[in-house]
């Protein structure tokens, strides 16, 4: 017999003598060598869950120590000051806007540039590699840089269009001021910074597509267009999968950007849930407060989640 | 023969000259010396980054008479640190002797700081400026020991004053004469003037964001008679003081007296303007001198002016006032240092009137009153004559004019609230008695929070 049939069978004593000595029956053996990493997920992952969702129902503030203490008749003073709070609102709605906008655009522009790229036929590596810069910043790093871009006063949009004779005078742009220019500043800078990862896991899946395919449908006269709509995207349905759950999970990197390129203002025009709950719970020391943000966060972007995930199963459900 | 002779009168005047400024040198004392500390080990936190860190270069000096060593356990900018020193202090972890202190973030400190009153001698601390000392004094506790500090005075464009066309097309527009402006008001006309008739790009600049606009804010209140509490602690920024400031600078913003991008501005973005000359007059730190007066860096070197800080608006009457946003960097001591005696010792060193002359050269002002006679000394024999006035101006201001933030644990908090208020009446979204009615509003709830109405 086998160690894994042994383990498996789970009935048979003689396994069990040979791996504990008979102190701990076969069943548990798995969970018993599972335990360091059970106990590390539960102090790493679940003990912070936890206190943060206990520290969301008091009065906490960093440098008050003793109002770390829950009260019945204050527990919920935070989600209702929250709930009433528009700016809090108004974060909620940028945010979203920031996510669908951010995360569709860079997607639709990364499927354009992996079709051009694979149709390179000479400097293909080099202009991977070229593509693959933005990713080596890191996203402090290029919040300064699109600041810079997008300051009104010595700028390097403004002055280009000064150059151009499409501004009468230079800085007479605000477009980390103005309204919808702030939004989309920092949408572009997070563009770019999202780009070379779905670019190249797009360009990937392209070269990995069957040649077969795409002769026949030559064959059959089939335009490129045609190629494209009916073969090219449907075939890459898993990686854009793969390349927009990727940059769902990292998107919340573009926090620097912002904090850096505006933070959140000016008069919370950009203001995102993420410089504001830093603002409240860093800058503000107000920790509980803070904390309850976070779970209500974390509670409407699961519920959009499942909301959006069922009109998806549904939609192909209908299909 | 001559040559020769004027190579040795040049190399004696050289010998001699350098003689002098060790002597000089030799005059200034050190402090905190006297104590034997063989075997303890200091640990500092500290801020860090550019010419702050030149001072810690002579701890080797006090490392080698008191016998003790210095561990440098933090060099961190003033955001990084202030976030260091909250979240140690929360936890219990500030296991340092001197810990970085400012007189705008002290108070939310103070709960975990060591009283600095018993460490120093009445004598000791005379030597500082009493303006700031009663900025770090609560309760008659005082918790920090300022190391250097900065204020505004008016920057002005020299050649917009000195040009007699100018001054006549003033004259006829306004009735009055064009000089230095000493007044709020005076201010606003001339800044308006400046810009309709071309001379300047910009009539003023400030900065736009974060407690730098509050702070500005508060500034004109202030000198305009304002306050932005009252005794209770209830908000009155939003009275007719807070409005009219209020109303001037949206009207400013409105008006492209100042920059389109005001809101985005801090301290460098408002310094770049100046510096380009595209601004006629401001309140600026003075901290920025050296790099104004650099051909290398601005087209304003050797071009502007300084005076002192305006008096407010006359809708605040007799209560009207010079501005003088102020602040201080300095030492203080956890609650929870371990050897808070040498701590102390080395904060003598630090702030002694040699290590503090030291650091004043490279462009900080002062604190303490014998260092500023002395560099006023020094300045009589600069080539421009404003590196002198500068500093005379200087000393005036920080002697009479130094005003500290309200000294609560919720400034920041506060300004966190207030900025994007100001910012919305600025832009145009919300009228500022609306503006200033909503901060309030939230201001005092934030207040009662931490419990100031009982």
């Known amino acids: ?319 | 023969m001559l040559h020769k002779a004027s190579l040795l009168v040049f190399a004696l005047a050289l010998l001699l000259g350098a003689g002098l400024a060790a002597q000089d040198m030799g005059e200034l004392q050190y402090a905190g010396l006297d104590m034997d500390l063989s075997g303890i080990n200091i640990r500092m936190a500290n801020i860090g980054g550019g010419t702050y860190e030149v001072m810690y270069e002579s701890i080797s000096v006090f490392e080698e008479a008191t016998g003790a060593t210095v561990e440098i356990v933090a060099l961190l900018d003033g955001f990084a640190i202030d976030q260091k020193l909250k979240v140690d202090f929360a936890t219990g972890a500030a296991d340092y002797d001197v810990a970085w202190d400012h007189t705008s973030f002290m108070a939310q400190y103070t709960d975990f700081l060591l009283p600095l009153n018993d460490f120093f001698s009445e004598e000791e601390l005379a030597a500082f400026s009493p303006a700031i000392m009663d900025a770090a004094t609560v309760d008659g506790n005082l918790y920090l020991i300022p190391r250097h500090a900065d204020i505004s005075p008016i920057h002005y464009r020299l050649d917009l004053y000195e040009s007699e066309e100018i001054a006549a097309e003033y004259m006829a527009a306004t009735g009055e004469e064009l000089t230095v402006p000493t007044t709020l008001e005076q201010i606003d006309r001339q800044a308006r003037f400046f810009v309709e008739n071309g001379h300047s790009t910009f009539g003023y600049t400030l900065a736009g964001r974060e407690e730098a606009l509050t702070g500005r804010f508060y500034e004109m209140h202030f000198a305009s008679g304002g306050s932005l509490f009252n005794e209770n602690w209830e908000p009155t920024f939003n009275d007719d003081v807070g409005v009219a400031v209020a109303e001037l600078l949206r009207g400013w913003y409105m008006d492209s007296i100042i920059p389109v991008d005001t809101t985005d501005l801090l301290w460098d973005g408002v310094a770049a303007y100046f510096c380009n000359g595209d601004t006629a007059i401001k309140l600026e730190w003075y901290g920025w001198y050296a790099y104004f007066q650099s051909p290398d860096n601005c087209a304003i070197n050797h071009n502007f002016g300084l005076a002192r800080g305006f008096t407010g608006l006359s809708v605040g009457g007799d209560a009207v006032r010079p501005s003088g946003w102020a602040g201080a960097h300095a030492f203080s001591i956890p609650a929870t240092a371990p050897n808070p005696e040498a701590g102390a010792q080395l904060i003598k060193f630090l702030s002694s009137e040699r290590v503090a002359y030291e650091e004043a050269q490279l462009g900080y002002l002062p604190v303490r009153n014998d260092v500023w006679t002395r560099i006023i000394d020094d300045a009589a024999m600069a080539e421009n004559p404003l590196d002198r006035e500068r500093l005379v101006l200087a000393q005036l201001q920080v002697s009479e004019d130094f005003k500290t933030p309200p000294l609560i644990a919720e400034w920041i908090p506060f300004s966190n609230i207030f900025y994007p208020h100001m910012q919305a009446i600025l832009l145009g979204d919300v009228s500022a008695q609306d503006g200033l009615d909503q901060a309030a509003a939230e201001t005092r709830e934030m207040m009662a929070d931490a419990g100031y109405y009982g």
Do not use: C
């Open chain 1, 1 to 319: 017999m086998t160690l894994q049939a042994q383990v498996q069978s789970g009935s048979s004593a003689e396994p069990e003598q040979s791996f504990t000595d008979g102190r701990i029956s076969a069943r548990w053996f798995p969970v018993f060598m599972l335990l360091p990493a059970i106990l590390f997920i539960l102090v790493v992952l679940l003990f912070p869950l936890i206190y943060s969702l206990y520290v969301s129902f008091t009065p906490y503030e960093l440098l008050k120590p003793n109002s770390l203490k829950f009260e019945l008749a204050r527990a919920l003073r935070n989600y209702q000051r929250l709930f009433a709070d528009a700016i809090f609102w108004k974060s909620v709605g940028n945010t979203i806007v920031f996510l669908f906008l951010s995360i569709n655009l860079s997607y639709v522009i990364a499927l354009g540039l992996s079709q051009l790229l694979a149709r390179v036929t000479r400097g293909q590596g080099l202009m991977r590699t070229l593509l693959m810069v933005p990713m080596m910043f890191a996203p402090i790093l290029v919040g300064f840089q699109f600041r810079w871009f997008f300051n009104a006063n010595v700028g390097l949009v403004n002055n280009l269009l000064f150059s151009l004779g499409l501004m009468q005078e230079r800085g007479q742009i605000a477009w980390l001021v103005d309204e919808p220019l702030g939004m989309f500043s920092i949408i572009v800078a997070s563009i770019w910074m999202n780009l070379p990862v779905l670019t190249i896991i797009l360009l990937a899946g392209t070269l990995s597509l069957p040649v077969e395919t795409f002769e026949a449908a030559d064959v059959d006269g089939a335009n490129s267009w045609q190629q494209f709509r009916f073969i090219t995207f449907p075939l890459l349905a898993p990686f854009s999968y793969i390349a927009l759950t990727i940059l769902s999970l990292d998107i919340s990197r573009a926090f620097d950007i912002v904090r850096i390129m505006t933070d959140g203002g000016p008069a919370h025009r950009t203001e995102l849930i993420w410089t504001y709950v830093t603002r409240l719970a860093i800058e503000n020391t107000k920790f509980g407060l803070g904390s309850a943000m976070s779970w209500v966060t974390v509670v409407l972007a699961v519920a959009f989640t499942l909301y959006f995930f069922r009109q998806l199963v549904r939609s192909r459900v209908v299909r």
